[in-house]
């Protein structure tokens, strides 16, 4: 296939080589879990255990009727001592399942579907929605209703998000390096369920190894590896069909308005082994890397664990962090406490230092339109900016404010360090609220 490549971007440092080459390590479970109830875009879930009582791993925590959800799980076995709000790593409070572990790791009966190749779409979905499957990329959709798009509605090609293109990540990469068949034949059941004949992986040549390994895992199938000039933020799932499929999904559309469904590699294993193992998501491959840390690794932690657990298996340098960021340098968001625990969509932690933030005080746009030049999807940075001073909310959204995916490409390329994506997030907000 040829590469088509993308509009604007950016080039950060990419300093993935201090875990590129960090095999997974597995994290023991603390002795107490922190389950939030709102790890997916949607609605927040209900509690169906009460206070006193003991779960097994594995075990729906919490569920909720509403269509956009996907139920939690037990990450350990043992007692339910609170559920209450506490702090949440992406807002404020939200209502949390307090598991004292046992260590027993007694698990539920788990339902395995080795012969997936015989079940409808219907039962699949069934099962992926159970095992609270999300997007893995960051987003976290609900796998379920992405992999169900309208039934007038053509898809012709699934595209599998390899990129990794934030700093310093390399969660998807050694999951890609060290569970490529996993990754592939939950690339088959995505296709079975779509009835589609193509899929493409996507991965940035940056990952080398990554791509060879998953070339051999793909041999014999119809499964293409498609390597992918590096460039952020090309794991946007606009950008990733721009590139590989050159096919631009039009403003307020998703990727299926295009005939394409859009999922993280590291998705794909959770649906196999969700299908094939009957394993609920319960646990997660973050890197912990940034200057703050002395030995940078990649943690398999079952969701739940404080982030303080990692960051001090890690070796957590204290008094020399700036800042703790969940997620990526570009995208990701600063932590006020480590007590907030690992979520389904948690990839990274990073212990920045002063000179990795390299904070400097804004000056005044010089209008050199850098902003414009790097927006990926072709939007004005420079004019939200200027509206948003005046709280001039309505005006934002005539100029497409919300087809913004606040990558920060704007921001980082500022000359005048504008806090324009900044700008953004608050300008949304507003909009949300007056929309209420």
């Known amino acids: 296939m040829k590469f088509f490549g993308f509009k604007g971007g950016v080039h950060p440092p990419e300093n993935k080589i201090q875990t590129e080459n960090q095999a997974v390590e597995i994290l023991a479970a603390p002795k107490m879990i922190f389950i939030p109830l709102l790890q997916h875009i949607g609605v927040p879930l209900t509690p169906c255990v009460e206070v006193g009582e003991r779960v097994l791993k594995g075990q729906i925590i919490a569920d909720s009727e509403a269509f956009l959800s996907v139920p939690v799980h037990a990450t350990v076995s043992g007692i339910v001592k609170k559920i209450e709000n506490l702090p949440f790593p992406l807002m404020g409070n939200v209502q949390t399942i307090v598991i004292e572990n046992d260590e027993k790791e007694e698990w539920i009966t788990l339902e395995k579907l080795p012969e997936w190749k015989n079940s409808t779409k219907e039962e699949l979905l069934g099962i992926i929605r159970a095992?609270?499957?999300?997007?893995?990329?960051?987003?976290?959709?609900?796998?379920?209703?992405?992999?169900?798009?309208?039934?007038?509605?053509?898809?012709?090609?699934?595209?599998?998000?390899?990129?990794?293109?934030?700093?310093?990540?390399?969660?998807?990469?050694?999951?890609?390096?060290?569970?490529?068949?996993?990754?592939?034949?939950?690339?088959?059941?995505?296709?079975?369920?779509?009835?589609?004949?193509?899929?493409?992986?996507?991965?940035?040549?940056?990952?080398?190894?990554?791509?060879?390994?998953?070339?051999?895992?793909?041999?014999?199938?119809?499964?293409?590896?498609?390597?992918?000039?590096?460039?952020?933020?090309?794991?946007?799932?606009?950008?990733?069909?721009?590139?590989?499929?050159?096919?631009?999904?039009?403003?307020?559309?998703?990727?299926?308005?295009?005939?394409?469904?859009?999922?993280?590699?590291?998705?794909?294993?959770?649906?196999?082994?969700?299908?094939?193992?009957?394993?609920?998501?319960?646990?997660?491959?973050?890197?912990?890397?940034?200057?703050?840390?002395?030995?940078?690794?990649?943690?398999?932690?079952?969701?739940?664990?404080?982030?303080?657990?990692?960051?001090?298996?890690?070796?957590?340098?204290?008094?020399?962090?700036?800042?703790?960021?969940?997620?990526?340098?570009?995208?990701?968001?600063?932590?006020?406490?480590?007590?907030?625990?690992?979520?389904?969509?948690?990839?990274?932690?990073?212990?920045?230092?002063?000179?990795e933030t390299n904070y400097c005080k804004p000056k005044a746009c010089i209008g050199c339109g850098k902003c414009v030049d790097a927006c990926p999807m072709s939007l004005e940075p420079i004019m939200y900016a200027r509206l948003a001073e005046f709280s001039q909310w309505e005006e934002m959204a005539k100029y497409n404010l919300m087809d913004c995916i606040e990558c920060g490409s704007c921001a980082y390329i500022c000359p005048a360090n504008r806090p324009l994506t900044e700008a953004i997030k608050i300008g949304k907000a507003k909009l949300r609220t007056m929309k209420k």
Do not use: W
């Not at 625990?341 to 948690?346: A, D, S």
């Open 131 to 355: 095992k609270g499957i999300v997007g893995l990329g960051g987003a976290a959709f609900p796998t379920h209703i992405k992999l169900n798009p309208p039934s007038d509605v053509k898809i012709d090609t699934l595209l599998l998000n390899g990129a990794e293109c934030e700093p310093y990540l390399n969660s998807d990469n050694r999951v890609m390096i060290e569970e490529s068949a996993k990754v592939v034949e939950g690339i088959k059941i995505m296709k079975h369920i779509l009835k589609v004949d193509s899929a493409v992986i996507g991965i940035e040549d940056n990952k080398l190894e990554a791509i060879e390994i998953m070339k051999k895992a793909c041999q014999g199938t119809d499964i293409e590896v498609m390597p992918l000039k590096t460039m952020y933020p090309q794991g946007g799932e606009k950008s990733l069909i721009k590139a590989i499929l050159n096919r631009e999904v039009p403003s307020g559309k998703l990727p299926s308005a295009v005939g394409v469904v859009v999922n993280n590699t590291t998705t794909a294993a959770a649906i196999y082994d969700a299908v094939v193992n009957g394993l609920p998501l319960i646990d997660k491959v973050v890197t912990v890397t940034g200057k703050g840390i002395k030995e940078p690794k990649n943690l398999k932690a079952v969701i739940g664990t404080p982030i303080s657990a990692l960051l001090e298996s890690c070796g957590y340098n204290e008094e020399n962090v700036e800042k703790i960021v969940m997620g990526g340098p570009m995208m990701g968001m600063a932590q006020l406490t480590l007590e907030v625990p690992v979520i389904k969509g948690t990839s990274g932690l990073l212990a920045l230092t002063r000179e």
